[in-house]
């Protein structure tokens, strides 16, 4: 009996052990496996990771009651929705050495006045990728949105592009083609881009958020809309696997979204305190370097820079120098009249 | 969900309070907005339209792949029966997911079937075609998933049958059509009642295949009630759109009872 019950202390003891763990929500493809591994061996702890691919899946998720991650990285706009809605922890920032890392122009933003509870992780733009050899024989200019949005280029490349599934996205290129703001909530101008969206339909292959990384490496897609991380990886992967074709992305000319992704800890974090350390291990400078190096994000952490390959600090679409960024337009959270305005007709576009 | 259809979306999804008190008197808020918006265009109408087209066909496909399958297992002797019905569940073995996926890299442009197609098409003169993203890709996969719901219950129907009619019919002349046709065919009809209800109800709500492999205009009624409630959350709107689902598929549950009871009953009360 003894013996029995001995082993099911040791048994309990070792799923207390095992229990200690860093869970984390995050982007998909956004973060370096050898960073995640480097955190496992300095805290002791797994760190389990659950990925969205789009701002409200993960919105939606959490506010269902999901809330109890560790660690949250949402873009700006959805901080902003997050602490009006009371869900987040403030930071501890006495427990964050690597705080002064950050470059001052990605803080205290308006989403988040002083950083109370959210610190930068990483950038993205919302660009084109595309099959460099496929566009260049058409003669399409690929730094432009007319791309995937004018009939008379895209009936050249019917059934080889795929946008976004994701409507602050695609409505967003939409009014940046249309040469209006991201913002503008101006139900005449929504109605206009849903129009150009409508049109350009059933020239795409797909709305497709998560697999067009594959699609474009694989040569069966020329053309998508998509984050410029995910292109940056489709480049290497075309690379990687010796296709006979290369993929490459660009900013179009008309400007684009930039996404600023914020790490935050849930009020229902199980481990506030390892999420404080993750944190904190996030913004030390060679882990952050690497998130760009293998990721290719861009990224808020000026102390990284010297880590950082040169060849990637070059590329515009990562790392925009400031003429582009004037172009470039983060996302503000739409209020409850505005969202079920750009749902309707984003449901009518899918439905039609 | 009716009572959530007649209310407002709240400010960050989920639900609005289906009342205020306002200067110390109670007032309701709720809408019949939602079902309005139900009936304003008829897109969403089109599409149930479509999504019952796409699951009839499945149905009907699937009955026609299935009923031959299911004979033969039931005619074919006990020792290789029951090896038939396991690989008839094998592939429950593996993640539905999967399935799907697997399915993408064999319509993908890159992969042999299209490519074979293509020489075909190309000998003709004809255009090039694409299976991914389109109807006939969801259309096939919707049939592969549901295929064994519909063999199973025919085969424990067939299986059933006394054999004795079929020699009885035979000695009184019946060629093998008649036989199939006026014995054989009548009493598997409930089967075929129940494979259609277990194989009709899921492929209309079905959302992953559209998804994954539907294109801009392959989705069904699933996938825009996902979207109300994941991406737009917009609760109200798409408990609207379920009632109407759930409303319709009761029906039709109901329909395939009555038509599914067995002939012989009727004929008994009278």
């Given at each position: 009996?003894?013996?029995?019950?001995?082993?099911?202390?040791?048994?309990?003891s070792?799923?207390?052990?095992?229990?200690?763990?860093?869970?984390?929500?995050?982007w998909n493809d956004?973060?370096?496996?050898?960073?995640?591994?480097?955190?496992?061996?300095?805290?002791?702890?797994k760190?389990?990771?659950d990925?969205?691919?789009a701002?409200?899946?993960?919105?939606?998720?959490l506010?269902a009651?999901?809330?109890?991650?560790?660690?949250?990285?949402?873009?700006?706009?959805?901080v902003?929705?997050?602490?009006?809605?009371?869900?987040?922890?403030?930071?501890d920032?006495?427990?964050?050495s690597?705080?002064?890392?950050?470059?001052?122009?990605f803080?205290?933003?308006?989403?988040?006045?002083g950083?109370?509870?959210?610190?930068?992780?990483a950038?993205?733009?919302?660009?084109v990728g595309?099959n460099?050899e496929?566009?260049?024989?058409l003669?399409i200019?690929p730094?432009?949105?007319?791309?995937i949005?004018?009939p008379?280029?895209?009936?050249?490349?019917?059934?080889?592009?795929?946008?976004?599934?994701d409507?602050?996205e695609?409505?967003?290129?939409?009014?940046?083609?249309?040469?209006y703001?991201?913002n503008?909530?101006?139900?005449?101008?929504?109605?206009?881009?849903q129009?150009?969206?409508?049109?350009?339909k059933?020239?795409?292959a797909?709305?497709?958020?998560?697999?067009?990384?594959?699609?474009l490496t694989?040569?069966?897609i020329?053309?998508?809309?998509?984050?410029?991380?995910?292109?940056?990886?489709?480049?290497?992967?075309?690379?990687?696997?010796g296709?006979?074709?290369?993929?490459?992305?660009?900013?179009?000319?008309q400007?684009?979204?930039?996404?600023l992704?914020?790490?935050?800890?849930?009020?229902?974090?199980?481990?506030p305190?390892l999420?404080?350390?993750?944190i904190?291990?996030m913004?030390?400078?060679?882990?952050?370097?690497?998130?760009?190096?293998?990721v290719?994000?861009?990224n808020p952490?000026?102390?990284?820079?010297?880590?950082?390959?040169?060849?990637i600090l070059?590329?515009?679409?990562?790392?925009?120098?400031?003429e582009?960024?004037?172009?470039?337009e983060t996302?503000?959270?739409r209020?409850?009249?505005?969202?079920?305005l750009?749902?309707?007709?984003?449901?009518?576009i899918?439905?039609r | 969900?009716?009572f959530a259809?007649?209310?407002?979306?709240g400010?960050?999804?989920g639900?609005?309070?289906?009342?205020?008190?306002?200067?110390?008197g109670?007032t309701?808020?709720l809408?019949?907005?939602n079902?309005?918006?139900?009936?304003?265009?008829?897109?969403?109408?089109?599409?149930?339209?479509?999504?019952l087209?796409?699951?009839?066909?499945?149905?009907?496909?699937?009955v026609?792949?299935?009923?031959?399958?299911a004979?033969m297992?039931?005619?074919?002797?006990k020792?290789?029966?029951?090896?038939?019905?396991l690989?008839v569940?094998?592939p429950?073995?593996?993640?539905?997911?999967?399935?799907?996926?697997?399915?993408?890299i064999?319509?993908?442009p890159?992969?042999?079937?299209?490519a074979?197609l293509?020489?075909?098409?190309?000998?003709?003169g004809l255009e090039p075609?694409?299976?991914?993203?389109?109807?006939?890709?969801v259309?096939?996969?919707?049939?592969?998933?549901?295929?064994?719901?519909?063999?199973?219950?025919l085969?424990?129907?067939?299986?059933?049958?006394?054999?004795?009619?079929?020699d009885a019919?035979?000695?009184?002349?019946?060629?093998?059509?008649?036989?199939?046709?006026?014995?054989?065919w009548?009493?598997?009809?409930?089967?075929?009642?129940?494979?259609?209800?277990?194989?009709?109800?899921?492929?209309?709500?079905?959302?992953?295949?559209?998804?994954?492999?539907?294109?801009?205009n392959?989705i069904?009624?699933?996938?825009?009630i996902?979207?109300?409630f994941?991406?737009?959350?917009?609760?109200?709107f798409g408990?609207?759109?379920?009632?109407?689902?759930?409303a319709?598929?009761?029906?039709?549950?109901?329909?395939a009872?009555?038509?599914?009871r067995?002939?012989?009953?009727?004929?008994?009360k009278?």
């Amino acid at each position: 009996m003894k013996k029995i019950l001995c082993c099911f202390v040791l048994c309990v003891s070792q799923i207390a052990m095992a229990e200690k763990a860093l869970h984390l929500f995050n982007w998909n493809d956004y973060i370096a496996e050898d960073t995640v591994t480097r955190f496992e061996e300095q805290c002791g702890c797994k760190v389990v990771q659950d990925y969205f691919s789009a701002t409200e899946e993960m919105m939606a998720k959490l506010l269902a009651g999901a809330g109890d991650y560790d660690v949250v990285i949402p873009t700006q706009n959805a901080v902003e929705a997050l602490i009006k809605q009371d869900f987040l922890l403030p930071l501890d920032k006495s427990k964050l050495s690597n705080l002064g890392n950050t470059a001052k122009g990605f803080l205290d933003k308006a989403y988040d006045p002083g950083n109370v509870y959210s610190l930068p992780y990483a950038f993205t733009t919302t660009l084109v990728g595309y099959n460099e050899e496929k566009i260049a024989e058409l003669g399409i200019n690929p730094s432009d949105w007319s791309i995937i949005f004018d009939p008379t280029v895209l009936a050249k490349i019917k059934g080889k592009v795929t946008v976004m599934d994701d409507s602050e996205e695609l409505f967003g290129a939409a009014l940046k083609y249309l040469g209006y703001s991201i913002n503008d909530n101006d139900e005449k101008h929504l109605k206009e881009a849903q129009a150009v969206i409508l049109k350009a339909k059933p020239y795409w292959a797909a709305f497709n958020s998560s697999s067009y990384i594959k699609e474009l490496t694989v040569g069966n897609i020329w053309v998508a809309h998509g984050y410029s991380s995910d292109m940056f990886q489709a480049r290497a992967d075309a690379a990687e696997a010796g296709r006979d074709f290369s993929v490459n992305f660009v900013l179009p000319k008309q400007g684009a979204v930039l996404a600023l992704d914020n790490m935050v800890i849930p009020k229902k974090a199980r481990d506030p305190e390892l999420a404080l350390q993750f944190i904190n291990f996030m913004m030390a400078p060679e882990n952050a370097a690497e998130l760009t190096n293998v990721v290719g994000t861009g990224n808020p952490n000026a102390a990284a820079t010297p880590f950082i390959e040169p060849e990637i600090l070059k590329i515009s679409a990562i790392f925009p120098n400031d003429e582009v960024q004037k172009s470039l337009e983060t996302v503000s959270a739409r209020n409850a009249k505005q969202r079920r305005l750009i749902n309707k007709l984003w449901t009518e576009i899918k439905v039609r | 969900m009716l009572f959530a259809s007649f209310r407002y979306s709240g400010e960050y999804g989920g639900l609005a309070p289906w009342y205020y008190i306002e200067d110390g008197g109670f007032t309701l808020d709720l809408t019949l907005e939602n079902w309005r918006r139900l009936f304003e265009t008829e897109i969403y109408l089109s599409l149930l339209i479509k999504s019952l087209t796409y699951a009839l066909l499945t149905t009907l496909i699937c009955v026609l792949m299935a009923y031959p399958l299911a004979l033969m297992i039931a005619r074919s002797s006990k020792r290789y029966r029951d090896l038939l019905l396991l690989l008839v569940i094998l592939p429950f073995w593996s993640n539905f997911l999967v399935r799907i996926y697997a399915w993408m890299i064999i319509f993908s442009p890159q992969g042999a079937l299209t490519a074979a197609l293509n020489v075909v098409t190309s000998a003709l003169g004809l255009e090039p075609i694409s299976l991914m993203f389109s109807s006939t890709a969801v259309i096939t996969c919707l049939v592969y998933v549901h295929l064994p719901f519909m063999i199973l219950p025919l085969y424990a129907n067939l299986e059933k049958h006394d054999n004795r009619l079929l020699d009885a019919a035979q000695d009184l002349g019946a060629n093998r059509f008649q036989c199939f046709w006026l014995i054989t065919w009548p009493l598997s009809l409930p089967g075929i009642y129940a494979g259609a209800v277990l194989v009709f109800i899921p492929s209309l709500g079905i959302f992953a295949i559209p998804d994954l492999l539907g294109g801009t205009n392959g989705i069904m009624i699933g996938n825009v009630i996902k979207q109300q409630f994941v991406e737009s959350r917009d609760w109200p709107f798409g408990s609207v759109l379920s009632l109407v689902l759930t409303a319709i598929t009761l029906l039709l549950v109901l329909l395939a009872a009555k038509l599914g009871r067995p002939a012989g009953e009727d004929n008994g009360k009278k």
